[in-house]
């Protein structure tokens, strides 16, 4: 599939030679590989393989043939080993690896509320099949892709939450929706405790919502909903007040985050990945897409549901991820919140 937005993504993520580097003469695997941070992963690699001949040998874990042969062209397919299967049961016994890169997992609310079993067993199943084969491998690191959603809420803080590593606030256990973020830090203590026990050199890069170019036009996670909105000229309708502030990333800025936290992360850490430049509540954010494009014409309407935990939302929180233990590290984000919206509204445009 080709994108121009993504394509000019990549070119210029890659000139940032130094993100790379580490990895030349190595190889590495990618689960998720067909998903948004995991596509442009395994395209970003094929595209520094291309230009400096890296001899990085790319190993990509995913279970469609077909969504593997859509999203990757005919020239990413050809330098990627692809392994197909579920995550719960993949062997990777038999192949050498330097490093992995673990992504696998659901990403969608709904998914969340309707599938929470699965989501729970592919989260914590599905690590714990890859850790138990890495026992025995000499890796040079092993990431985990969790998410800001392991902090919970911080219901007893007046205003925005500065989050750091080291905090953790109020998950609600008895909710079919904390599936995927109890499931997430089950599957840190998890990665934490294989590398006590086993030596296992794995890191932890918590992601704060992350989109760009590449978002499917049919994802249902709000970003995408008012960039639609947008492009088909219709009103921005918020079923909640849109209270709930948090900061975002960039999908090539997500990336060199996380082969910064691959190469140069210490093992048994986390690190959070995140642009501290774009906190901004839901409502603010829609009221933004309007005003970056006056000539839709679109407004901001609101249509108050009765239960939004039916509706797979989460409860209101106020944080503000910070990354400055990442940051330390030789990362910078680069892409603001105005030009995420752009680039992904061209690419959106570019691929209907």
């Known amino acids: 599939m080709n994108n121009i937005v993504i394509e000019k993504d990549i070119a210029d993520l890659v000139k940032e030679t130094h993100y790379f580097e580490p990895f030349e003469n190595s190889s590495v695997l990618v689960t998720g590989a067909t998903g948004l941070i995991g596509s442009i992963l395994i395209k970003s690699l094929c595209k520094y393989n291309d230009e400096h001949n890296a001899n ?21 397919r050809n330098c990627v080993f692809p392994l197909f299967g579920d995550i719960r049961n993949i062997s990777i016994k038999d192949i050498e690896l330097d490093y992995i890169i673990h992504g696998a997992s659901f990403t969608d609310s709904k998914s969340f509320v309707e599938k929470p079993v699965e989501t729970i067993d592919i989260a914590i199943s599905g690590t714990k099949n890859l850790l138990e084969q890495c026992r025995n491998k000499h890796l040079k690191g092993f990431v985990y892709l969790s998410s800001l959603e392991v902090y919970g809420s911080f219901t007893d803080f007046e205003g925005i939450k500065t989050i ?26 998890l990665c934490a405790s294989y590398h006590s026990q086993y030596g296992v050199s794995v890191k932890i890069a918590r992601l704060c919502q992350t989109f760009g170019a590449g978002v499917s036009y049919n994802d249902n996670r709000v970003f995408a909903q ?38 140069e992360g210490n093992s048994g850490e986390a690190y959070n990945i995140a642009n501290e430049e774009t906190t901004i509540s839901i409502a603010d954010m829609a009221k933004l897409v309007c005003t970056l494009y006056p000539e839709a014409n679109v407004k901001v309407l609101f249509d108050l549901a009765d239960d939004v935990s039916k509706l797979g939302y989460n409860p209101i929180v106020k944080i503000r991820l910070v990354s400055q233990k990442l940051q330390k590290l030789g990362w910078t984000p680069k892409i603001g919140i105005e030009e995420m919206f752009k680039r992904l509204i061209e690419s959106m445009n570019s691929a209907e």
């Open 56 to 76: 990085i040998r790319i190993y990509a874990c995913c279970r469609c043939k077909e969504k593997f042969a859509s999203v990757f062209s005919d020239n990413e």
């Open 164 to 189: 750091s590593e080291n905090d953790s606030g109020y998950i609600d256990t008895m909710s079919v929706r904390s599936s995927y973020s109890e499931s997430k830090r089950m599957v840190e203590t």
């Open 226 to 263: 008012f960039a639609r909105s947008v492009i088909e000229k219709k009103n921005i309708v918020l079923r909640t007040k849109g209270e709930t502030v948090r900061n975002y990333c960039y999908t090539t800025d997500a990336v060199s985050g996380i082969l910064t936290v691959l190469a």
